[in-house]
């Protein structure tokens, strides 16, 4: 069974520019997330998707963050502008149902300079 | 409201026991443990739903006192492969059906030969 699939693996970019990241969830898994790892931390929640309806976007800096996830398959990530303490690792993940064991990605890792 | 787990970190020598605790302050629906090596996406471990139980495999246990919020992660007979970063994660009703997964901010747990 093939996992949660991510690209870029590495992103560095200069604040102010703007960047995508891209999730594909494994078949057949409804929910998907999006976390953000800052260094030392443990992962904290962006979105949460269920099939291409937003669950959770309580913690989501809707301002300069935003995320979709069209026919409720694979998602797409977006900051815009980026600001220095954006500097972290994005994790997707998926699992099968709401509540239950979340399948993780390898994550990007994203350099604000 | 994130969990607090305890300790921040631990050594280990091969073959040592290891416990590691997190609690929370809010009623939870479950409790997850994820292992995270460096470089690489969290693992699932284990789910423990309310209602008190204690769950294992291998030489990996845990533990939920749902009237305390808290859970135990127990590690038998420590093993090199066991070094990584464990971190729980509450679960609990963040409206409706949904479910939402905090994460705490980790226990590096470094097993010596």
């Known amino acids: 069974e093939a996992g949660v699939a991510q690209s870029p693996r590495y992103k560095i970019i200069e604040k102010r520019q703007s960047v995508a990241f891209w999730c594909n969830p494994i078949?057949?898994?409804?929910?998907l997330y999006w976390y953000q790892q800052i260094l030392g931390q443990g992962p904290k929640l962006l979105i949460q998707?269920?099939?291409?309806?937003?669950?959770?976007d309580s913690q989501l800096p809707k301002d300069r963050f935003s995320a979709e996830r069209l026919k409720g398959v694979d998602s797409t990530l977006k900051i815009q502008p980026a600001k220095l303490e954006d500097s972290a690792v994005y994790l997707c993940a998926s699992s099968l149902m709401r509540v239950g064991e979340q399948f993780f990605g390898p994550g990007t890792r994203l350099t604000v300079l | 409201q994130q969990p607090v787990q305890s300790p921040q970190a631990v050594i280990l020598r091969e073959g040592e026991d290891a416990v590691i605790n997190c609690s929370s302050s809010?009623?939870?629906?479950?409790v997850h443990w994820y292992r995270q090596k460096h470089g690489e996406a969290p693992v699932f471990l284990m789910i423990?739903?309310?209602?008190?139980e204690q769950k294992g495999h291998d030489k990996i246990s845990a533990s939920f006192n749902e009237k305390k919020q808290q859970s135990s992660l127990y590690l038998t007979a420590s093993q090199l492969s066991y070094s990584g970063t464990y971190f729980c994660?509450?679960?609990?009703?963040?409206?409706?059906?949904?479910?939402?997964?905090?994460f705490g901010k980790g226990t590096l747990l470094t097993v010596n030969p």
């Open positions: 998707f269920q099939n291409n309806g937003v669950v959770d």
């Open positions: 078949s057949g898994h409804a929910t």
């Open positions: 994660g509450t679960e609990r009703n963040s409206g409706g059906s949904n479910y939402k997964l905090t």
């Open positions: 809010k009623a939870l629906y479950s």
């Open positions: 423990l739903l309310k209602g008190g």
